[in-house]
């Protein structure tokens, strides 16, 4: 009877090795050799697969080390990008206060060109405002500061925004301090 699990034409408990043309030729090439040629072949292919598994846990460690300093890179300039958006702002706001004689309205467009140029790196960063005048109070997102009754704006609405609130890829980092309408 024979196993099914054992290739055709060699025996059980006999290594196939499917590197060899054929491996019953190398059943009985291997069947020939002495026992002391047969442990000397064994404890070569031992020392073999050692290397092997040597070299692979080395490479694996290599990768897991690499890993972590790109990793680490990675968190220490999470905000390079956002930053760099920054650099702008900064400058407008330096170079108004250069302004040797500033005149109100001077004041109020530098201040307009500096709050568009954060906005739109607010933008570039998915930085975005919550500003929920109006809308149902929502305390994942908003802060109610207190409830006053108003016939205006229905129940649980928010009557006003004390300061707004922002979302950093749909992520609450700021939320809205609203006044909330209870009725009338």
């Known amino acids: ?33 002495s026992p002391e040629a047969q442990l000397a072949e064994a404890q070569a292919r031992a020392a073999e697969y050692m290397d092997l598994a040597l070299r692979s846990r080395a490479e694996l460690d290599n990768l897991r ?16 990008g956002f930053a760099e958006s920054l650099l702008p702002v900064r400058d407008s706001l330096e170079m108004a206060l250069k302004v040797d004689v500033p005149s109100v309205e001077n004041l109020r467009e530098g201040v307009e060109a500096t709050l568009r140029l954060l906005a739109s790196a607010f933008e570039r960063h998915k930085l975005l405002a919550i500003d929920p005048l109006g809308e149902k109070f929502d305390p994942n997102r908003h802060q109610a500061i207190s409830m006053i009754p108003s016939a205006s704006v229905p129940a649980n609405h928010v009557v006003s925004v004390l300061q707004k609130g922002f979302l950093i890829n749909d992520r609450v980092l700021r939320p809205a301090m609203v006044t909330v309408s209870s009725g009338t």
Not at 6 to 24: I, L, Q, R, V
Not at 65 to 80: D, S
């Open 1 to 33: 009877m024979t196993d099914p699990t054992t290739p055709s034409g060699s025996e059980p408990g006999a290594h196939f090795n499917a590197d060899t043309p054929s491996a019953a030729a190398s059943d009985a090439a291997h069947s020939q050799l």
């Open 65 to 80: 080390k690499r890993n972590q300093a790109e990793l680490a890179a990675a968190h220490k300039f999470a905000i390079e």
